[in-house]
């Protein structure tokens, strides 16, 4: 074979190796899939949590958009969406929900402090991790009021964890925080840069791969079952403003104090949900509203389905099944079947709670989060732990007067939503086990390395053929 051709097959055949060590990578990336539904938990700092309700600030908390508290000292932020590469790794994802603290009550009624923090979003790439929220709070000692959007609150300690993966879900246990320059005066001043905040734990729900995005599976079956009465029900579509309801819920959370007493420090216990009733964080949902409305008169009777079963220690052993709510004369009562231990008193009326108007809108009648206080049976279901008249969480109901008409929906926790705090075992990151793509079975660092040493031997090919040529030049 003549000496030029020799050179042009070695050629050929060194580009055809690269190419074949990089059609395994090219493979590995594909595109970001979407997180749709999941929650984070997070505590921000117990220390501080502890500062402004203790006899200092003699403050508070209260939660917005719909965020809840869980276990002894985290809030439960939902709804997760974004997106995530799990060949790369790169995850980012936004959650909703807020907690508004105050402390240090002036003679006006203000606070000397006064901050919100909401929408947390998590953003991983290249190994490093961040935290941000939007904060709205008081200077410390000015009382200045500033406003951020998406500061970048924390870094996140992501040493150890191997965010790629082909899976279905993305879970982190226990990730350690801490305080950026920008978070600290975001925070009021309260705290210095390099504070260690409270570990952060989340868990979303990603959409399959080659598939169009689909509903959490929360989300999933609660359309299917919405689906199946739908159809159920088409036919009864009544235009009216009076008549038997077509579809409703009510939600309620019993009490927030009441949920941290269970799975917090004394009670060290646990909820469970069961014959259709759904968790929304701060509340429980009961679905499959089936009852009466009449506008002219200003009523409504409704029967719902579900049941929340508290346990714990010192016998705490409390279920609430089949709420019925009334609304007459602009009062509601929220009623109940109670179990504790093995007595079971039928229809229970547990707290009351005002209605100023049952006008429907769009085929809805809809009362949101009206303030609840507890009655005197509902007192005697709990034990005597609270007295009769004292506030529990807000009633929030909603109900079809016509066919087809869809409920508001509940805060997504993703398919790993659960009561609890997240599993204290040291951090990890579950999405599935980490598979780099291609089917060549090596690891990404496999393959780069074969990539990099493919090109190493281009170049070494291409120093080859000019020495040849200069010496076929010669020889010629």
Known sequence: MPRRARIRVLAVALFTALLGALLPVAGAHAAARTVQGGRLDWGLKSSFQSYITGPIAKGSYSLTGGAATTGASQFRFHSATGTYDGATGAFTSSFSGGVHFVGH?????SHELDMTISRPTVRIAGGSGTLYVDVVSKVKGTGAVTSSRQVPFATLSLGGINMKGD????????????????????????YTAGTALDPLSLSVDVAPKKAAAQPSASATKKAEAKDEKGKDKKDEDEKGSSGKLQDGAVDWGVRRTFREYVTGDIAQGEWKLGDGAQDGGALFRFPDGEGSYDKKKQTLDGEFTGSVHFTGEHGLDLTLARPTVTVADGKGTLRADVTSGKKTTKDTALVTFAVRSLAAKDGLVRVDEAPAVLTASGAEAFGGMYRAGVAMDPVSLAVAVEGDVALPALPDLGSAGSTGPADPSPRAAAAKPAAQGGSSGLSGGAVAAIAGGGVLLVAGA???VVRMRKRSSADG
């Open 105 to 109: 009550r002036k003679s006006d009624g």
């Open 167 to 190: 899976g279905n879900a993305v879970t982190l246990n226990n990730v350690p925080a801490t305080l950026t320059a920008q978070g600290a005066t975001s925070f009021a001043g309260y």
């Open 462 to 464: 291409g120093l080859a």
